[in-house]
């Protein structure tokens, strides 16, 4: 389990744009499970249907991607601070089935399928009280900056 404090540690995003708060569930080099609260106060509500608010369905595959980030960063024992970035570069059989709305808690799963050359393939899914909200495959590249 980790909390947002340790989240920060894998992750170099910060508000408005972490978009883990909690880990549950991880199994190195396998999978992980993790969670964002979606509250009313998210600054894209604002502009983002503000009459009928609606989360990003981008957000939706950038939350999922932050959780698959923490996985690879957590199986390769690397951390930001060690001079390393792992970048979201490409989804594929991306398909959203319900919206993500304030009061919900999204659940975001990712599952290794391949690494190589540093670059990991995950199978990610996005789900709100077990109905799925989003699945995709999202390739992400560990770099040294």
Not at 71 to 87: C, N, R, V, W
Not at 92 to 114: H, M, N, S, W, Y
Request: glycine share 6%.
């Amino acid at each position: 389990m980790m909390d947002v404090n340790e989240i920060r540690q894998y992750l170099p995003h910060r508000y408005p744009f972490l978009l883990v708060d909690r880990v549950v569930e991880l199994n190195l080099k396998e999978s992980i499970v993790a969670y964002k609260n979606v509250t009313i106060n998210e600054p894209f509500f604002d502009g983002h249907f503000p009459d009928h608010p609606v989360m990003p369905g981008v957000l939706i595959i950038e939350a999922m991607a932050q959780a698959a980030g923490i996985l690879g960063f957590k199986t390769m024992d690397k951390k930001p601070e060690d001079g390393s970035i792992y970048y979201f570069v490409g989804s594929d059989k991306v398909r959203f089935k319900r919206p993500v709305v304030p009061g919900d808690r999204v659940q975001l799963e990712a599952k290794i399928l391949t690494e190589k050359r540093g670059i990991w393939k995950f199978e990610c899914r996005a789900t709100v009280d077990g109905e799925l909200a989003c699945s995709a495959t999202i390739l992400c590249a560990d770099r040294k900056i």
